[in-house]
């Protein structure tokens, strides 16, 4: 059998087991994986190198408008590229509908603006204007296209849909087979908050943790998974920051509810005193939900360990520290209108590689069901998150013994900061193949501008309801609406 490629003696690691040997590639895919394999155009010599299912970033905002009307700073080439060093080799940012838009010219945006990457993606659909058509003709439309989530929001005034357009959307993912994100926090606590810290001047960085309480989260959280119950809905919860809420998220799973959840570096890493510096340096840690406290990362860290979390995802949201970001509004702009998010695409599996599997708290299987595998399960990537024949060929190759203290230029972003600056990592993706094709190889970007394709994915696997929605009112066990795989 002829390879175009043969990765040799490294250490096979895959969600599920770690062995010595060879991976031989042909046209894009994984053809065979052996003891030792002969030939190939292109050997790669892994020997002493760890040889993994490339990362899934299922959790990007990349070349996306704020509701207010500002462009993150990545766009798909320098996003992809960044994603890549970081050791991944596909991802699903999101394409966001703002209100009035059609879904249809929501997803022809993207299509332009995705061309450029040089890794394969997908996107997640963010909706926040659910009308009739929206509901009835444009969201099937788009799941037979093979995009198979989408994301809501209950905060923020410009995107938060409200408890029945939360059902409304659910019910509509449920009879096409796909899952609903949501940003879970509540909207009125927060914006009563904002009114009574405004009132009191207390208006700097470091006030946004304050403004978006735990309580917040729990309470959004518990009520987002009640909605999805009741129409036996799917969820995935996005960047659960609050002990609190993994409480429930695990506390549901056990009770048998389809519910999936994320949470990300930052909340493991960082605290909210990183907002409280001198000037405005805290704007470069404005995120929601906001940084925590140390006992919340503890805690966090246990539920990643414990199985709460299917992926740690990186939430990359990249605002310059400059006017065309963070101060959109201004310099010394009160906390409620500098730009929310920080970067961290290419940080996201060093980080925990390193604070994981090198700090013993996870093992080498586990960084590659958080890191590729599950979000692969979870959003229908068939043919990615594994190292088997038939599979996609992207792989990362890890050196795990090189440490390096994390710098911007090692993020390849198009970012002015990196909120892990000077961080001590250990283990380095060296190698990132996308369907056979090297992108990244030892610092040095390979490949050409528009490698990467857009991924079809399949409907998620619905399980069984649990039976709270009426059955007069379920279209997925009585009339038959469910489109077949
Ligand atoms: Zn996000």
Known sequence: MEFDTVIHGGTLVTASETSKGDIGIRDGRIVALAESLPGGERRIDAG???????????HAHIAQESSSGIM????????????????????????????????????????????????????????????????????????????????????????????????????????????????????????WMNKRLAAADLTEPKYHAISRPELAEEEAINRAVSLAKLVDAPLFIVHVSTAGGAAIVQREKLAGTRLFAETCPQYLALTREKLDQPGMEGAKFVCSPPLRDAET?????????????????????????????????????????????????????????????????????????????????TFGVTKKGGLAPGMDADIAIWNPEVTRNTTLADQHDNMDYTPFEGMELTGVPEIVLNRGAIIVEHGELKCQEGQGRFVPRAPVDLGKGRGYLAKELDPVRNFGARIAP
């Open 297 to 377: 990362q503890e805690a966090l860290w246990r539920h990643v360990q414990a199985g709460t979390f299917e992926s740690v995802s990186s939430d990359h949201a990249p605002y310059r520290f400059d006017d065309t970001g963070k101060f959109m509004n201004g310099r010394d702009t009160p906390y409620p209108k500098i730009a929310n998010g920080m970067p961290g695409i290419a940080a996201r599996l060093p980080y925990l590689f390193s604070e994981g599997v090198v700090k013993g708290r996870i093992s080498l299987n586990e960084f590659v069901a958080l890191s590729s595998t599950n979000a692969a399960k």
């Open 72 to 191: 993150g700073a990545d766009d798909y080439l320098s996003g992809s590229i960044s994603a890549a060093f970081g050791g991944n080799s596909s991802f699903i940012p999101f394409a966001a509908q703002h209100r009035g838009q059609s879904i249809d010219d929501v997803i022809a945006t993207y299509d332009q603006r995705a061309a450029r990457s040089v890794i394969d993606y997908s996107y997640h659909l963010i909706v926040t204007d659910p009308t009739a058509e929206v509901l009835e003709d444009q969201l099937p439309r788009a799941f037979k296209r093979g995009i198979t989530s989408f994301k809501v929001f209950m905060t923020y005034d410009m995107m938060n849909i409200g408890d029945g357009g939360m059902l409304d959307i659910l019910t509509v993912a449920r009879a096409h087979g796909a899952i609903t994100m949501v940003h879970a926090e509540n909207n009125d606590m927060i914006k």
């Open 48 to 58: 002493g190198r760890l040889v993994m299912p490339g990362g899934i970033e299922a």
